[in-house]
C-alpha cells in the first residue's frame, strides 16, 4: 500500500513564526504537492514538484516555500505565518508516468496560527 | 468562474437511497475525470476514475461522464452509514504537463441509519 505521511496532524503556532511542514512517501513517487483545503474553496494546489530539487509554483504559492532535497520529502514552509494561512495542509505524491493521474494523499496537517 | 463547480451540499439521506452527486467544468481539454472520497480527518482517497466520456461501473458505486455537457456525476446505490463522506472530483488534461488535478470543493454527504 502506498503510504503518504504528515510530520503533524494538529499544529499551533504564532503570527510571525517560521513553520514547517514536512511530508514523506515511500513508494518512490517522483511527484509531489502541497494543497491547502479551506471550506468552500475545495482544494487549492500551493506547489509541485516533479523531481528531485526541481518545485513549481501551483495556485496560490505566495507566503509559501518548499524544499525536496530527496525523493521520498517534500517539505512546505511557511517564512512567516498569518491568520489567513489556518487551514488543513495536505500532501499528495504520484508516480511520473503520463498516463497516471491518481494522486495518494497523506492524512492533513491541520494548521492553526493565532 | 471556477474552473470546477460542485455543489458543496451538505446533502443528508437515509440508509438504502441513492446518492447523486454531480460537477461541472468549463474547460473542455479535461479528459481524466475522477472522484475522490474524504472521511473526516483523513486525506482524500480516489474511488473511481474514468477517462473521456461514458460510464463506468463499481460495486454500489457508478460514475458518469458527459463531455458535450461538461458535466459528471456519481451514484451510490444502496448507500450505506460507512459512505457518509466528503466527495470530491477532479479532472485533469490529458498529456499535462504540470500534472496538476482540478478539484471541486467537494459534496459532504450523511447517510442516515
Known amino acids: 500500500d502506498v503510504k503518504v505521511t504528515q510530520s503533524s496532524r494538529y499544529l499551533v503556532k504564532r503570527t510571525g513564526e517560521k513553520v514547517f511542514l514536512e511530508c514523506v512517501q515511500d513508494?518512490?513517487?517522483?511527484?509531489m504537492f502541497w494543497y491547502r483545503q479551506d471550506p468552500g474553496l475545495g482544494l487549492r494546489l500551493i506547489y509541485f514538484?516533479?523531481?528531485?530539487?526541481?518545485?513549481e509554483k501551483g495556485d496560490i504559492p505566495e507566503g509559501y516555500s518548499v524544499s525536496r532535497e530527496k525523493k521520498e520529502r517534500f517539505s512546505l514552509i511557511l517564512e512567516s505565518a498569518s491568520t489567513n494561512q489556518t487551514s488543513m495542509y495536505l500532501c499528495?505524491?504520484?508516480?511520473?508516468?503520463?498516463?497516471?493521474?491518481?494522486?495518494?494523499f497523506g492524512p492533513g496537517t491541520r494548521l492553526t496560527v493565532t | 468562474q471556477k474552473e470546477v463547480e460542485q455543489d458543496p451540499g451538505p446533502l443528508s439521506v437515509p440508509e438504502g437511497a441513492i446518492v447523486s452527486l454531480n460537477c461541472t467544468y468549463s474547460?473542455?481539454?479535461?479528459?481524466?475525470f475522477m472522484w475522490y472520497r474524504q472521511y473526516s480527518r483523513k486525506g482524500p482517497e480516489l474511488l473511481m476514475y474514468?477517462?473521456?466520456?461514458g460510464n463506468k461501473e463499481d460495486g454500489r458505486f457508478t460514475a458518469q461522464v458527459d463531455k458535450s455537457s461538461k458535466y459528471i456525476s456519481l451514484f451510490i446505490r444502496d448507500s450505506q452509514p460507512s459512505d457518509s463522506a466528503t466527495y470530491l472530483c477532479?479532472?485533469?488534461?490529458?498529456?499535462?504537463?504540470?500534472?496538476?488535478?482540478?478539484f471541486g470543493a467537494g459534496t459532504t454527504v450523511t447517510v442516515r441509519a
Open positions: 513508494m518512490d513517487h517522483e511527484n
Open positions: 477532479a479532472m485533469s488534461e490529458v498529456y499535462s504537463n504540470d500534472y496538476k488535478l482540478s
Open positions: 474547460n473542455s481539454a479535461f479528459q481524466y
Open positions: 514538484s516533479y523531481d528531485v530539487k526541481m518545485k
Open positions: 499528495a505524491s504520484r508516480w511520473g508516468l503520463s498516463n497516471s493521474y491518481e494522486q495518494y
Open positions: 474514468t477517462y473521456s466520456s
